[in-house]
């Protein structure tokens, strides 16, 4: 069956440093993967969407990258600031229009 | 644009009660909704899938007739958890797109259910 599977459980990290986060997905080749952020007690926002032809999106402090191959994406905090301490999740369709999570990496940005 | 409202917050019931989730696409129709809920520390597991003028789609677990959904108009779904139980107690999320394989979603900010 298909997995998706954010290694990273939580994350802290000083202020202007950049965080890099994991997101690996089994038994299936996605068209497209996505990065949502997820406040406490807060539905969850969209951040990137990536297709499978790109290597790389940006927006704004944030990177994602898409390796097909390794089934992976990483997604990089550059500059990260306290603001930016959030649950992060990544989601993949598999092919039946309805997006599966990962279990999501807690950011903690220390000032 | 795309926002997403979701009604109430929070909402604490005694146990054998109903309660009823609203969720409403604010400036877009929907014509897809999604329901998941979220357990502490724990992912978003999608419980249905609901479709405007149809029959939601229930994953496999969830029982459909304690989690009734209607899907009554382009901007309005609704969940109603009946006869409640403690362990019904979690954060239920939901979700619009316009249309079905739409990305991204657009989530409501959650209902807190308690059920004591």
């Known amino acids: 069956s298909q997995k998706i599977e954010q290694n990273s459980e939580a994350l802290n990290i000083q202020e202007g440093k950049t965080a890099t986060l994991t997101c690996n997905y089994t038994?299936?080749?996605?068209?497209?993967l996505q990065w949502y952020r997820q406040d406490p007690g807060r539905g969850p926002v969209f951040l990137l969407l990536?297709?499978?032809?790109?290597k790389e999106k940006r927006k704004e402090r944030l990177k994602v990258t898409f390796d097909t191959t390794l089934k992976q994406s990483l997604f990089h905090i550059t500059a990260s600031q306290p603001a930016d301490s959030a649950t992060y999740l990544c989601a993949l369709d598999f092919n039946d229009y309805k997006l599966s999570f990962g279990a999501g990496t807690t950011v903690t940005v220390r000032a | 644009g795309a926002v997403v409202s979701q009604h109430p917050s929070w909402v604490i019931c005694k146990s054998g009660t109903s309660v009823k989730i609203e969720c409403r696409s604010l400036?877009?129709?929907?014509?897809?909704m999604f329901w998941y809920r979220q357990f502490p520390k724990q992912s978003l597991m999608l419980m249905a899938t609901s479709n405007e003028g149809s029959k939601a789609t229930y994953e496999q677990g969830v029982e459909k007739d304690k989690f009734l959904i209607n899907h009554a108009s382009l901007t309005l779904s609704t969940l109603t958890v009946t006869s409640a139980h403690p362990e019904d107690s979690s954060f239920y999320i939901c979700?619009?797109?316009?249309?079905?394989?739409?990305?991204?979603?657009?989530f409501g900010n959650g209902t807190r259910l308690t059920v004591t």
């Open positions: 400036d877009f129709q929907a014509t897809t």
């Open positions: 990536i297709r499978e032809n790109e």
């Open positions: 038994n299936y080749s996605p068209a497209y």
């Open positions: 979700s619009a797109s316009r249309r079905a394989g739409d990305s991204p979603l657009h």
